[in-house]
């Protein structure tokens, strides 16, 4: 099964500095090696973003920066996992890494979980 984590914070005014790389390029390279890291990306701050918002037929575009929000989404990771308990660790291990923010967990929709699923109920 596949989760997507969401990494969200505040959002920062500087880029990371090269020991938050390094140890974060270590994690992202062990997840790659051990199977359970799929896919992961940072963000680039909302300054340089869009957000487009439809409402009873009507789209509107805003250009970030989005000052008004608390918590922005920092970057994404597609994990790859036998159990949601699993993914959680992962999230809890990266979480010790990044510091301070969240991350929300979804599992992915894939054809032969959801196929199970309506095949039990």
């Given at each position: 099964?596949?989760?997507?984590?969401?990494y969200k914070t505040a959002e920062r005014t500087a880029p990371p500095s090269q020991e938050e790389m390094?140890?974060?390029?270590?994690?992202?390279?062990?997840?790659?090696?051990?199977?359970?890291?799929v896919?992961?990306?940072?963000?680039?701050?909302?300054?340089?973003?869009?957000?487009?918002?439809?409402?009873?037929?009507?789209q509107t575009v805003t250009d970030g920066p989005f000052t008004e929000s608390k918590e922005l989404?920092?970057?994404?990771?597609?994990?790859?996992?036998n159990s949601k308990e699993e993914a959680i660790e992962l999230t809890r291990k990266f979480l010790q890494v990044a510091g301070d923010g969240e991350c929300e967990l979804r599992q992915i929709y894939e054809v032969d979980t959801c196929a199970?699923?309506?095949?039990k109920a």
């Open positions: 099964m596949r989760f997507l984590s969401i390094a140890t974060m390029g270590k994690l992202v390279e062990e997840g790659f090696k051990a199977g359970w890291l896919a992961t990306e940072g963000c680039l701050p909302s300054k340089l973003g869009a957000r487009v918002r439809s409402s009873s037929g009507k989404v920092a970057g994404f990771a597609i994990l790859k996992v199970s699923a309506a095949a």
